[in-house]
C-alpha cells in the first residue's frame, strides 16, 4: 500500500510577488503544478488548503521586530531595516500575508503528518531558507523551514532530520538551531568561497549541546549528478541511521541545475530525480516512512523548475515518472505565451544518474567536502569517518 500522501497548495501562494522581473517568480509554481496536472501526477489527488501561520507561529522563530517591519513596510518603505528594501528582499503590498501563508502551509503540511492524516506532506511554496530570526534575506521574508519544525517540537518531537539540497547553504534553518540536539541540519551547497551566503563550512558544527548537529558537505563549482550524489550518499545516509529521526524534512530547491542563472554546479533534472528518490529512500529507512517536502530555490523558471518539481511530486507520490515521458502539448501551448525560452520536450535532460560511490578506491573532485564533512561529524556520532561502510 502506498503511504497516505498530503499535498498542501492554494493559487494564494502565487501572491508573494517580490516584483516582475525578480529572479523568485511565483510562475514557477503556477507551470509545476499546471505540468504535474497534465501528466496526470495530481489525479485524484485532493489537495489541502492552508490557513496562515499565526504571530505565535512566526514568533517561535522570528523576532517581534522583524514582524513589525515587515507590516509596516508596504506603509513606510523607506529605512525599514531588518533586511527589507533591498535588492534580494524589496517591499511590496500584502508581503506580511503572503509570507504568513507560504509558512501556514508549511505548518499545514507539518501537521498533516503529526496528526496521523498522512505519511508524506509536500509545500512546494515553502523552502524559504535563509531568513532569519530578525531580517528577511536572500529573497526569504519569513522562514517556513524553521517555523515548521519549530512547531513540530512544540509538539513532542524529539529528533528531527533537516536535509536541505538547495545549491545554497541552509544559513537560516542552521542558524534556528545551532544549539539545539534535537534537530539535525544538512546542507549540500555549492562552496561557500564561490556563492552566496558564504556559509556552511563543515567545520560549522553547532555549538553548545547542539554541537555535531550542524552538517554541511560543501561541493566545488561545476559538480555534476555523479559527484553531488556520491557526495550525498557519502555523508548523508549514515550520519542520518545513526540519528534515528522521527520525521525527516526536505528543503528541494533545483537550483543545482546547469540552467540555473545564479549558480555553478551542473546537474541535470536526471539528478534532481535520483536525489528525491535517494530522499524517499532514506525516510523509509530512518524516519518510518515520515516526510515533509518543502520547495527551495530554482530561477530557470520555465525549462527547469516545472519539471524538476513534477519528479518530486511524482515521487511523494508513488507515480515516478519515466524520463523519456514526454511535454504534454498543452503545457507548451501556455508557456509560450508567456516566454520566449526554448522550452524542454522531455522530462528528461539525458542525464545519467549513475555515480562510483565514496571509498571505491578513486580520485573526485568532491571528496575534499566528503572528507572534510565525515571527518568532523562523524566521530562526534560514534561512526568512523574513513571507513565507507559508515
Not at 30 to 59: K, Y
Not at 357 to 377: K, M, N, T
Request: overall charge negative; some cysteine; glycine content about 10%.
Amino acid at each position: 500500500m502506498s503511504p497516505r500522501t498530503s499535498v498542501v497548495w492554494t493559487p494564494e501562494f502565487l501572491r508573494y510577488q517580490l516584483s516582475d522581473d525578480h529572479p523568485l517568480n511565483p510562475v514557477r509554481l503556477d507551470l509545476t503544478m499546471r505540468l504535474a496536472a497534465e501528466l496526470g501526477v495530481l489525479d485524484g489527488v485532493e489537495l489541502v488548503e492552508p490557513e496562515p501561520a499565526t504571530e505565535e507561529d512566526l514568533l517561535r522563530v522570528h523576532e517581534p521586530g522583524l514582524l513589525t517591519a515587515v507590516r509596516s513596510a508596504p506603509e513606510m518603505p523607506f529605512d525599514v531595516g531588518h533586511g527589507l528594501g533591498t535588492d534580494d528582499n524589496p517591499i511590496f503590498f500584502g508581503m506580511h500575508e503572503a509570507a504568513s501563508l507560504i509558512c501556514g502551509g508549511s505548518i499545514r503540511a507539518a501537521r498533516e503528518i503529526a496528526e496521523g492524516r498522512a505519511d508524506r506532506a509536500v509545500n512546494l511554496a515553502g523552502g524559504l531558507h535563509h531568513a532569519m530570526p530578525g531580517r528577511a534575506a536572500g529573497f526569504c521574508v519569513y522562514n517556513d523551514c524553521a517555523v515548521a519544525i519549530a512547531w513540530l517540537l512544540e509538539q513532542g518531537y524529539e529528533r528531527i532530520a533537516y536535509v536541505d539540497v538547495d545549491v545554497h547553504h541552509g544559513d537560516g534553518v542552521q542558524v534556528a538551531f545551532y544549539d539545539d540536539p534535537r534537530v539535525m541540519t544538512v546542507s549540500l551547497h555549492q562552496h561557500p568561497l564561490t556563492l552566496w551566503p558564504g556559509t556552511g563550512w563543515p567545520a560549522e558544527l553547532g555549538k553548545g549541546p547542539g554541537e555535531g548537529y550542524s552538517v554541511n558537505v560543501p561541493l566545488p563549482p561545476g559538480t555534476r549528478d555523479a559527484g553531488w550524489l556520491r557526495a550525498f550518499h557519502a555523508v548523508v545516509p549514515g550520519l542520518l541511521a545513526e540519528f534515528r529521526p522521527q520525521i525527516l524534512v526536505s528543503e528541494c530547491g533545483a537550483d543545482t541545475h546547469s540552467d540555473d542563472p545564479l549558480a555553478d554546479l551542473e546537474l541535470t533534472v536526471d539528478g534532481h530525480r535520483a536525489t528525491y528518490q535517494a530522499m524517499r529512500e532514506l525516510a523509509e529507512r530512518v524516519s518510518d516512512g515520515k516526510w515533509l517536502v518543502l520547495g527551495g530555490g530554482g530561477y530557470s523558471l520555465f525549462r527547469v523548475v516545472p519539471r524538476s518539481w513534477t519528479h518530486l511530486l511524482a515521487t511523494v507520490l508513488d507515480r515516478d515518472l519515466d524520463p523519456s515521458t514526454s511535454i504534454p502539448a498543452g503545457w507548451t501551448a501556455h508557456t509560450t505565451g508567456i516566454t520566449r525560452v526554448q522550452l524542454p520536450v522531455a522530462m528528461t535532460d539525458g542525464g545519467d544518474p549513475s555515480f562510483p560511490a565514496w571509498g571505491d578506491g578513486e580520485a573526485d573532485r568532491v571528496d575534499s567536502g566528503i572528507v572534510d564533512a565525515r571527518r568532523a561529524l562523524y566521530p562526534l556520532h560514534g561512526l568512523d569517518p574513513d571507513d565507507p561502510r559508515d
